[in-house]
């Protein structure tokens, strides 16, 4: 994907439709990329090498409204991202100046502008946002934002 993967698309589309269902199809079986998908509200997740039958049962039950996660593959990704140092959704724990960071990242403001708003320099601000996605467990702005609208900071 020339812009992104496809957990910054997820994160995107989830930030503009949060109700839209997303199955995510991967030639990857990473299960922090599992477990980040979880978090960020996919409803599933195939690998690429997955059977004709699997993927159109998936896709009808994603349609239907419900998710494809069974109960052992969340329990796997969840002790995979708490192994990993990610955070869950409710347990970060952000500073009060990265929580104004991550406020002015959901706003769509620049590093520079939340400099301005913040009045520190642009490298303090550089330095808050690597702190607010190590915390939340996300690799870009998009992704902040979704956790924070999606856990109320918004």
């Known amino acids: 994907m020339p812009d992104g993967d496809g957990l910054t698309a997820l994160s995107r589309i989830k930030l503009e439709k949060p109700k839209l269902p997303v199955l995510l199809f991967s030639a990857f079986d990473n299960l922090a990329s599992i477990a980040q998908a ?11 090498g997955c059977s004709r039958d699997e993927f ?16 052992k593959r969340r329990q796997t990704a969840s002790r995979s991202l708490r192994t990993s140092g990610r ?9 009060e100046r990265e929580s104004e960071v991550l406020h002015k990242i959901v706003l769509g403001l620049s590093n520079d502008q939340i400099a301005a708003k913040l009045e520190i320099t642009s490298e303090t601000v550089k330095e808050h946002v690597q702190h607010v996605f ?3 467990g996300v690799g870009d702005r998009t992704q902040a934002a979704v956790w924070a609208v999606r856990n109320g900071l918004v």
């Not at 979880?38 to 690429?48: H, P, R, T, V």
């Not at 159109?56 to 494809?68: D, S, T």
Request: net charge positive.
């Open 87 to 95: 955070v869950g959704t409710l347990e970060a724990s952000l500073t």
């Open 38 to 48: 979880i978090d960020l509200g996919a409803s599933g997740f195939l690998l690429k």
């Open 56 to 71: 159109l049962n998936a896709i009808r039950i994603v349609v239907a409204g419900e998710n494809i996660w069974n109960r």
């Open 134 to 136: 190590r915390k939340l």
